[in-house]
Every structure is written in structure tokens, then in C-alpha cells.
T-cell receptor, first 118, second 114 residues
Framework: EPEVTQTPSHQVTQMGQEVILRCVPI?????FYWYRQILGQKVEFLVS????????KSEIFDDQFSVERPDGSNFTLKIRSTKLEDSAMYFCASSGGAGGPSSYNEQFFGPGTRLTVL | AQSVTQLDSHVSVSEGTPVLLRCNYS??????LFWYVQHPNKGLQLLLK??????LVKGINGFEAEFKKSETSFHLTKPSAHMSDAAEYFCVVRALTGGFKTIFGAGTRLFVKA
């Protein structure tokens, strides 16, 4: 069964450093998403990406964050200068929807990358 | 505006007894509703979804949920809990509100006692 994969599973970094979290969505999916879950808190939407551009982003997704689909298979989240409060589990998700965006489309989630900022 | 409230942060049941995880939602538009499960160190797995078809939705692993518009609820149930059901469960609402918004509930941790 196809699945979303994420690497690394755990990333430790120093405050102020750049990190790149990587995701491989399901191959025929068209919509890609990043979410984060700070320990003990809700899963929060960060950004969605379609047709090589951001389609939606939340207030959390400020100028420190960027996303990219560099090679047609990977989908990356970059945090330019990490802060302590960026420590969280980051989930990538993808969904199909060749017919256009729909609230019905199931999002398939990866296992997450736990980011720890020291 | 959209919101999701999972009424219990923790639920504890004995193996073989029924499970009820409660979820209430608020949405200005016709929403799609989902339940996801998260086992330790695993990703989020879809249990079931409601997308304006049948109000009683059957999912994987014996779970089902009923969409009740009058009560704005989408409670998750299972007739008989199994030890492997112990996990975190998330109720999710998704609707077109100036772009598709996906809102997660805070989660309910299910404990299953032998």
C-alpha cells in the first residue's frame, strides 16, 4: 500500500540553525501539506501546496518557513533560523484530487519528524 | 468559523466493552469530518470519514461514527474494545471557508485495560 514517508524521524538542532525536513508524498497525489504538533498540543495546519505553489498557509507559517518540491518526488519544509518554540512533531500529508480541490479528499499522513531545537 | 471539540482528553475502557469518543464541531459550511488514529511513534491513520453521504459511517477495525447535524456531533464508537485500540484519536473537520481549512481536535487518548 502506498504511504507517505518522512526523513529524518528525529532531528536535533541548535537554535538559529537551518533545518530541512523531507517528505516523499504518495506518487500520484497532487496536494501536499505540512502540519505540526507541539508536545501536548493540537495538530496545527502550516501550509498546503499545489501546482508548485503555496495554496494556503496559516499564521504560523511566517517568513522563517518555506516549502519546495525540488524534484517531483520530494516535498520539503525549511525552517531558516530555528527557535526553541519550533520544537515539535512535523507531519507531512498528501492527497489526490485530480478533479480539483475538495474537502472530501482524504489526507494521507507520514509518520512525522520530531524536531528538537536546543 | 470552524472549530472542533473533543469532549474527553482521556477515555479508559476495559477490553471487550464499548468505546465512545465524543466530538462536536462547528462549521459555517457543509463540512467533511474525519477520525484519525495515532499509535505511538506512528503517523496519523484515517479511521473513517463523512462526506455528506450516509450519516452512519463505517470505518476500519470495527469503528463507526454517526454524523448528527442537529447536535453538531460526530462521535466515534466501537462495540468491543481491543487492546490494540489503545492510541490517540483525532476528530478533524475540513470545509471550504475561503480556501480549505483543516482543523484538528485536541485528541482523545484511549486506554484499554485487560
Amino acid at each position: 500500500e502506498p504511504e507517505v514517508t518522512q526523513t529524518p524521524s528525529h532531528q536535533v538542532t541548535q537554535m538559529g540553525q537551518e533545518v530541512i525536513l523531507r517528505c516523499v508524498p504518495i506518487s500520484n497525489h497532487l496536494y501536499f501539506y505540512w502540519y505540526r504538533q507541539i508536545l501536548g498540543q493540537k495538530v496545527e495546519f502550516l501550509v498546503s501546496f499545489y501546482n508548485n505553489e503555496i495554496s494556503e498557509k496559516s499564521e504560523i507559517f511566517d517568513d522563517q518557513f518555506s516549502v519546495e518540491r525540488p524534484d517531483g518526488s520530494n516535498f520539503t519544509l525549511k525552517i531558516r533560523s530555528t527557535k526553541l518554540e519550533d520544537s515539535a512533531m512535523y507531519f507531512c500529508a498528501s492527497s489526490g484530487g485530480a478533479g480539483g480541490p475538495s474537502s472530501y479528499n482524504e489526507q494521507f499522513f507520514g509518520p512525522g519528524t520530531r524536531l528538537t531545537v536546543l | 468559523a470552524q472549530s472542533v471539540t473533543q469532549l474527553d482528553s482521556h477515555v479508559s475502557v476495559s477490553e471487550g466493552t464499548p468505546v465512545l469518543l465524543r466530538c462536536n464541531y462547528s462549521s459555517s459550511y457543509s463540512p467533511s469530518l474525519f477520525w484519525y488514529v495515532q499509535h505511538p511513534n506512528k503517523g496519523l491513520q484515517l479511521l473513517l470519514k463523512y462526506t455528506s453521504a450516509a450519516t452512519l459511517v463505517k470505518g476500519i477495525n470495527g469503528f463507526e461514527a454517526e454524523f448528527k447535524k442537529s447536535e453538531t456531533s460526530f462521535h466515534l464508537t466501537k462495540p468491543s474494545a481491543h487492546m490494540s485500540d489503545a492510541a490517540e484519536y483525532f476528530c478533524v473537520v475540513r470545509a471550504l471557508t475561503g480556501g480549505f481549512k483543516t482543523i484538528f481536535g485536541a485528541g482523545t487518548r484511549l486506554f484499554v485495560k485487560a
